[in-house]
């Protein structure tokens, strides 16, 4: 095992995955390429030729397909009942530079995200109207990203993954989607980029603050073989992080395959890469921020995290009539992992060891010196068809999605051992599968000119497995269904003037550590009983339950568009910070009984010249808990008592944010000034300002010249300025069992990036 200082080159599994679950990796991808050949039989023949356009260059055969790619069941249009905002490609192209996605997805209304590096490379999260990222779904072209155990998004697996993308949409609150079962905050749909042929190569090159750098390729070939399209982007990203010891070294690719006929549309991807990162979860203290507002607590050089998850994704859509269409997506990915801790004392309890004499000082110790690696191997597979049908009304759209996970974890610990303990020890070693099947069935009618109705239903069902728990011998079989009904109004009342009302109904199944976590001997299993045989039955953890009411009126004008929402997002049973947190960083949580988030979204767009032009947005919300009483421990009496926080504010979330950009776009290129504003934000759910992070305002300012002749927009220079001010701020924190604790930050910090892509 590594010691203290080794650097991340040193550092070496200390084990190997079995050769049996290697081959059953690989029987798996077997199954899943033959799946996904299928939709290539239906091309064999087809028959259908290119055409020529008025140059004599072969394009693909026109289709309605080419203008329509992304997956329509999980996505909003200007006609739908729902609240979202769409991210067009040339507004990433023009806002993306190397931060993670939750940095970007920042500019738009409701989003709150920051990272735990403090210069949002790395470890970034995303919270949507006081929600955190595992109450969203996210889905790539119609794929859950989700993690099937903790519902969480590693973003830090997808590097660059914005420039790959052709457009990506946020619906606020249970929304339209018919995809997953876990959309009780949000959806968020990242849909990848549709090529044209001889898109030819592209590349970005940029340096920035903390050794931020970025290096990025792109190529697109011509038409092949008459139908088919290529495209392949390599991409490298690394920084030290403005926090000390929280860099980041990431690598990544894409390659796509796509295939265009006059009725049908085949796309193929396969994505991934490997990352390192230097954790940096752990928050700081008030007089920690005095001292030195970068350090790290887990400074020893080895706490690093490895991680690969690579992607592939076959998707096919086949226009059977005028009014009949068929789409098919089969997916698997495989995600394999480690990180390493050092504990100069670290309790052997926790580790499921004795107490022992390991320094030999003739009295026994109850911790010691301790060095361990977690250990995590998984894979998913799924398929999502679906079958649309246009009548004279309307569209009735019916589908499903099954996905198959299978999880392996187990923990390993060398150092001060007893005597007689096997090495490497095992002090968790269990596997968790997991299948999720969703049914929908969803209705698109045209009730009049002005008037448009969309009702939904859609049954999902969640199996949870614990099982070859090598260390408590303990299992469950767990089964989380219901069946989530949703209807909307959209009314059209003028070319300008338009308005919603909907109202959904979601839920969500608790998370595997919810019910059981064998990796912490702190946390009880959250079930009734424990049969002889090691069997929990009786979930004491229940799914979280929303019911949604949505109302929203826009108005879009050639010079201004405004847009509001009223939101009521109605909970029972929602999972709470209870304010502890494990050995891994992560919030504990247990069930309130009744809870509520409401607010107003506000946003605007104004074009004040011809050069210039103002857009902002305004969130005001009141997430509460009104009705939960948090049992508590007392350590000095040994009794429990009892804590009514009913009609406090809900923790990790500010009850006000704003941002106001204006943008000025000369014949050289743009400039882009803006503010972005959030209010206090609680670290835990008694509502105490000691517990809280100040508001704060930071300024960002963005600067595109282009440096080609003419205003040759193919050559530019960015330049990127954020937290303009140097403004000193706490992005995220902690109740950690009491004591406040913050991550926070980076201050001024500059990333230029020259860019080159071909004309078009």
């Known amino acids: 095992m590594p010691f203290p200082g080794e650097t991340r080159r040193d550092l070496e599994p200390p084990c190997r995955i079995p050769g049996d679950y290697r081959l059953m990796k690989i029987q798996r991808l077997m199954v899943c390429l033959v799946l996904c050949s299928l939709p290539l039989v239906v091309f064999a023949g087809d028959g259908k030729t290119a055409k020529e356009d008025e140059k004599g260059k072969e394009t693909p055969a026109e289709s309605g397909l080419v203008q329509k790619v992304l997956v329509t069941a999980s996505r909003a249009d200007e006609d739908s009942p729902a609240t979202f905002t769409n991210v067009s490609k040339e507004k990433i192209e023009e806002e ?133 399209v290529f495209g392949l982007q390599l991409s490298h990203i690394e920084t030290d992080g403005y926090r000390d010891q929280s860099w980041s070294d990431l690598s990544s690719a894409f390659f796509t395959a796509q295939r265009v006929g006059e009725d049908s549309l085949l796309r193929i991807n396969v994505y991934g890469g490997r990352e390192e990162s230097h954790l940096a979860y752990e928050g700081i203290t008030r007089e920690q921020l005095e001292e030195d507002r970068r350090q790290n607590p887990l400074d020893w050089g080895g706490e690093i995290d490895h991680f690969t998850q690579p992607h592939l994704e076959i998707i096919h859509e086949y226009q059977l009539s005028d009014r009949l269409e068929i789409a098919n997506t089969v997916y698997y990915f495989e995600g394999d992992g480690y990180f390493n801790q050092f504990r100069e004392r670290k309790s052997f309890h926790d580790l499921r060891l004795p107490d022992w004499d390991w320094d030999g000082d003739g009295e026994e110790d109850s911790k010691g010196p301790i060095f361990r690696r977690r250990q995590v191997n998984e894979w998913d597979l799924g398929w999502s068809p679906r079958l649309s049908y246009r009548h004279d009304r309307g569209t009735l759209t019916a589908g499903a999605m099954i996905r198959r996970h299978e999880g392996k974890h187990y923990g390993r610990v060398t150092g001060a051992l007893p005597p007689g303990t096997p090495e490497p020890f095992n002090y968790y070693d269990f596997e968790v599968p997991k299948t999720t099947m969703v049914v929908y069935l969803e209705e698109r009618q045209e009730l009049s000119n002005r008037f448009n109705l969309v009702a939904g239903l859609q049954y999902v069902d969640n199996s949870w497995k614990l099982r070859n728990d090598r260390v408590t011998g303990l299992n469950y079989d767990v089964d989380y269904s219901w069946f989530a009904p949703r209807i909307g109004l959209n009314a059209r009342f003028s070319e300008r003037l338009s308005a919603f009302v909907s109202i959904a109904h979601s839920r969500r199944e608790p998370r595997a550590r919810d019910l059981y976590d064998p990796s912490d001997v702190w946390i009880r299993p959250a079930f009734e009983s424990i049969a002889p045989d090691g069997s929990l039955s009786g979930p ?79 969130m005001l919300s009141d997430d509460r808990l009104t009705d939960f009483v948090l049992p508590v421990y007392n350590w000095e009496t040994g009794e429990d008592e009892e804590v009514d926080l009913s009609g406090n504010r809900i923790a990790f979330f500010p009850n006000l944010l704003a941002r106001l950009t204006v943008g000025w776009t000369p014949a050289w290129g743009r400039v882009d000034l803006g503010a972005s504003y959030s209010g206090r934000i609680y670290l835990d759910n008694e509502e105490r300002q000691e517990m809280s992070i100040d508001p704060f305002t930071v300024f960002q300012l963005s600067t595109r010249i282009d440096l080609g002749p003419a205003g040759d927009s193919r050559y530019a220079l960015r330049l990127q300025l954020n937290n303009l001010l140097d403004h000193e701020y706490e992005a995220f924190g902690y109740s950690d069992w009491g004591t406040p604790v913050f991550i926070p930050a980076a201050g001024r910090h500059l990333f230029a990036m020259l860019s080159f892509k071909p004309r078009p």
């Open 540 to 618: 004491l953890v229940d799914e979280e339950k929303l019911d949604d009411y949505e109302l929203g009126l826009s108005y879009n004008a050639p010079r201004l568009a405004m847009k509001a929402t009223l939101y009521d997002m109605e909970f029972k049973d929602e999972l709470v910070y209870l304010g502890g947190r494990n050995d891994l960083g992560e919030g504990i949580t247990g069930n309130a009984d009744r809870s509520v988030h409401r607010g107003v979204e506000l946003e605007v767009t104004a074009r004040l010249a011809p050069e210039f032009e103002m857009s902002g947005h305004a």
């Open 96 to 228: 993306y530079y190397a931060q993670d996605i939750p940095a970007l997805l920042r500019t738009t209304p409701s989003v709150y995200s920051y990272s735990d590096s403090g210069n949002d490379v790395g470890y970034s999260y995303l919270r949507l109207r006081g929600f955190d990222q595992a109450r969203m779904a996210v889905t790539i072209n119609g794929v859950p990203l989700n993690d099937a155990e903790s519902h969480e998004v590693y973003w830090i697996d997808l590097p660059n993954f914005p420039d790959s993308l052709e457009d990506m949409q946020i619906q606020r609150g249970a929304g339209t989607s018919v995809y997953g079962g876990n959309a009780v905050g949000g959806t968020v749909n990242l849909e990848t980029a549709r090529l044209a042929p001889g898109k030819g190569t592209s590349f970005n090159l940029g340096y920035g603050s903390y050794a931020t750098a970025k290096a990025s390729v792109s190529w697109g070939s011509e038409l092949v073989a008459e139908h088919w």
